[in-house]
């Protein structure tokens, strides 16, 4: 194991310029052997690769039921019975399939659309509140807004929303140092889910009005004690999946689609002409700085044979999105920004979201709230600039995900 590379979550250059790290391991072709935070993986950096280990049934998510033993003694790796991490992102079918569809109906394209007006009157709340001068749009902005709406959209007490949003960080940032805290931090959520659970059955014929048919949670607790197609660890778990899934990628979708506007005058300018560019350009920010680094690892349910190389029934596989949304193979000039890529399907959709079974259900509420974001802010302080050379800045520690710690700005005078 020791003359394979390796990457770490702890290396802050890993977590500052994965694509530098990545360049080297990805002349190995695109499926390679490496040491992924001390667990031997296959890691997937192709394209058609990546799209094959996130669809196919010879592939399982269930680390419970279909790891090797070596990812079982590895915390981060899905093989043990984590509590609320055990969600239907963690299932196979048709377990998977039968949650799936039922929240998959909160998050139809008529209802995320109907959502337009009250996040864009979230948004204008937060930029209106923003000191004079500087801000640091992070702390300010990109976190707060997507907690805020998903929040909302579950009923939470906003009284508990900042210490949700310390358990969660906690949770998914976890690492094999801070097991116990993850732990605590996840019993904390649990509970705090329960209890909100158990305040929606007391209220059951008074939904909360945001979407005009209920909350996220009522259907959720309609389907547990109607049909009993839900249990109660399946509901809590669904919730902090909802809660975790709508904060961390949305945040980051944000902060560096800021960061590579506010990183090139060319692009800056090309959207603030235009906003009609914002939805090309989000999807090249997804593309090309993902806000997700790596997924969970799937499991091969039998040998099998993959770019070139022999997995093995029971070894991790490890789908590597900052290097698939690079693939060489698949994309021209794959550094190169360039919105409206694949328009004459020359090259493919990205993968940022997932592909298959998992395909991320949040994708559309996720492109509201940046198209919403990036919009609104641009709109309301046309002179923003960075307060701080892009190269100086610092990105936090996680494994699953890519974003900044702070994004410091200087507003300039807003619009009149």
């Not at 000039?333 to 298959?356: C, I, M, N, Q």
């Not at 259900?361 to 701080?388: M, Q, T």
């Not at 610092?394 to 410091?408: A, C, D, Q, Y």
Request: hydrophobic fraction near 45%; charged fraction near 25%.
């Amino acid at each position: 194991m020791s003359d394979l590379p390796v990457l770490n979550t702890s290396d802050p250059e890993y977590a500052r310029d994965p694509y530098a790290l990545l360049a080297p391991i990805t002349e190995g072709g695109p499926v390679i052997r490496a040491v992924v935070d001390g667990l031997a993986v296959w890691l997937v950096t192709g394209y058609d690769e990546a799209v094959f280990v996130l669809s196919s049934p010879q592939m399982s998510i269930d680390g419970i039921k279909n790891s090797g033993p070596e990812a079982r003694e590895v915390f981060w790796a899905g093989a043990a019975d984590r509590g609320l991490q055990s969600h239907m992102g963690r299932m196979d079918p048709p377990d998977h399939t039968r949650l799936r569809g039922l929240v998959q109906q909160t998050f139809t394209p008529r209802r995320v659309a109907a959502l337009e007006p009250w996040i864009r009157g979230i948004t204008r709340e937060l930029i209106a509140a923003f000191p004079s001068g500087e801000v640091d749009l992070m702390a300010a902005f990109a976190m707060p807004l997507p907690i805020t709406v998903i929040a909302e959209l579950l009923g939470i007490d906003p009284a508990e929303r900042h210490d949700f949003r310390h358990w969660a960080d906690t949770t998914l940032q976890a690492d094999e140092q801070h097991v116990e805290t993850a732990a605590d931090a996840g019993r904390k959520i649990s509970e705090m889910l329960a209890g909100l659970v158990a305040q929606r059955r007391a209220v059951a014929d008074v939904p909360l009005d945001i979407t005009h048919e209920g909350t996220l949670i009522d259907g959720l607790i309609r389907a547990h004690d109607e049909g009993d197609a839900l249990n109660e660890r399946e509901l809590i778990s669904v919730l902090f999946l909802l809660l975790g899934a709508g904060y961390e990628t949305t945040a980051n979708l944000i902060g560096n689609g800021m960061l590579m506007l506010l990183s090139d005058p060319e692009r800056l300018a090309a959207v603030q002409k235009d906003p009609a560019l914002l939805p090309v350009a989000i999807e090249e920010f997804l593309r090309l700085n993902p806000p997700v680094k790596v997924v969970f690892p799937r499991y091969a349910l039998a040998d099998a044979e993959l770019g070139g190389v022999l997995i093995r029934a029971g070894e991790p596989v490890v789908v590597h999105f900052s290097a698939v949304s690079r693939d060489e193979r698949r994309y021209n000039d794959p550094a190169v920004y360039r919105p409206g890529r694949g328009a004459d399907r020359s090259e493919p959709s990205h993968l940022t979201f997932g592909y298959g079974l998992h395909h991320c259900l949040g994708a559309p509420l996720a492109r509201l709230e940046a198209r919403i974001a990036f919009g609104e802010l641009l709109g309301a302080y046309p002179n923003l600039e960075l307060a701080a050379p892009a190269e100086s800045l610092t990105w936090r520690h996680s494994r699953l995900f890519r974003g900044l710690s702070t994004l410091p700005v200087r507003l300039g005078d807003p619009a009149t």
